[in-house]
């Protein structure tokens, strides 16, 4: 009969935590006008006492003196202290906030340590959330990417899934699967009843249902992840077409130099700009030809080495010459994987009017990096080109793993149909997909997928 999966708390028994107390500066690097250091465990109130004289209240904001061990002071500022569980870790939590000048941040951490506390790791007080069920792994990356979020965009789908939209939607597709599964289980314990359990349970339709709500979620994920990560932009064609000036044009600002003198970009140059609020990663790199300069061949092997880690190549023209064999032997040698978009420059000198074509399925877009003219409509050729959808409602943060854990489910499910004639296999691709969707969440995720999430936190969150 069926498992059910177990609470993370239980299934992650041996990531309990331990009962030692943790301190980190919660505040970024730097001279401010506040600094946070926060303590969680269950030290917390003794290092309270000990640093301020006594406990302050349970959640009241108290204006206290900072004292070390000989009573000296260290500061004055404001101690809130958090029982558990109502806590952001789900444990005794302490957090005193004083001015945020460098050295003392350093002072009043190290007195903390003094009291009892030891440093924490990256990630660990969320990671403490997660293991004390305040947050599901999903809602647990998403504080990571929140405070990365380099667009209003990612910001907002990042609260989304903080709050638990994403974590909703796969806990109730995960529901299904379960009743589902649970259904089709017992099918099997009454192989002898001369009933089609799985006509009359209506699998097959409510199989269907799954994958639909399965691609509205991985839609909504695509279009996360895209807020996240970005898209790398690589600028490729021959000396001389314009890819710095069409780089200076996207990013707004000057960020190349530009000459009328062939290779005068010798090295690859990156500049981050927003096209609404999904990052693009643009590199400008050295124009592609035969050349016995040494100083431009490793700037030509450099250009190479980005195409390959590219969403998109920006194949550059002058639209005066058009596309001939050194473009097309360019492009022939480019990844497979790589999105290509032709862009005609110079339509300023060719006094064409700008424009977007397609032909034998290849974008081709008319512009002029030196006017602007025809830039809004490359904009929008790269948001179509990698499936960005600009305005989507309920777009929730994601990951690469997310959408890896979703394709598995799909996977499963599409085998689950092909298998209506078997229960049992049935059966066994409903387990498979629940177990992959349960990654996401963290019902299901080994140790070691853990412990390399939290590691990219920041220390003091």
Known sequence: MLKLWQKKGMANNQLALSTDTVAAIATAPGAGGIGVVRVSGPLAADIATQILGHCPAPRHAAYLPFLQADTTLIDRGIAIYFPNPHSYTGEDVLELQAHGGTALMQILLARCIECGARHAQA????????????????????????????????????????????????????????????????????????????????????????????QHIFHQAKQGVLLREGINVVLIGQPNVGKSSLLNALSGEEVAIVTPIAGT?????????????????????????????????????????????????????????????????????????????????????????????KRENEQHVFLSAKTGDGI??????????????????????????????????????????????????????????????????????????????????????
């Open 265 to 357: 970009t010798r090295d690859t140059i990156k500049s981050v700009i927003q096209i609404e609020g999904v990052p693009l990663h643009v590199i400008d790199t050295a124009g592609l030809r035969d050349t016995e300069d040494t100083v431009e061949q490793v700037g030509i092997a450099r250009t190479w080495k980005a195409i390959e880690t590219a969403h998109v190549a920006l194949l550059l023209v002058d639209s005066q010459h058009g596309i001939g064999d050194q473009e097309k032997a360019i492009l022939h040698k480019l990844p497979a994987e790589v999105k290509k978009v032709w862009v005609h420059n110079k339509i300023d000198v060719s006094r064409e009017t700008s424009r977007i074509e």
């Open 123 to 214: 990630g660990e007080f969320t990671q403490r959330a997660y293991l004390n069920d305040k947050l599901d792994l999903a809602q647990a990356e998403a504080v990571a990417d929140l405070i990365n979020a380099a667009t209003v965009e990612a910001a907002r789908s990042a609260v989304r899934s903080l709050s638990g939209e994403f974590s909703q939607a796969i806990q109730t597709l995960l529901q299904q699967l379960v009743d589902l599964r649970m259904y089709v289980e017992a099918c099997l314990d009454f192989p002898e009843e001369e009933i089609d359990f799985i006509t009359q349970g209506r699998v097959l339709e409510k199989l269907q249902a799954n994958q639909a709500a399965l």
């Open 376 to 461: 809004a409509s490359l904009q929008k050729t790269l948001l179509e080109i990698v499936g960005y959808q600009p305005g989507g409602e309920g777009v929730f943060m994601a990951r690469a793993r997310h959408l890896q854990a979703l394709a598995e489910v799909e996977q499963h499910l599409d085998l689950a149909m092909l298998q209506m004639h078997a229960a049992e296999l049935v059966a066994e691709e409903l387990r498979c997909a629940q177990e992959a969707l349960g990654l996401i969440t963290g019902e299901f995720t080994p140790d070691d997928l853990l412990g390399e999430i939290f590691s990219r936190f920041c220390i003091g969150k």
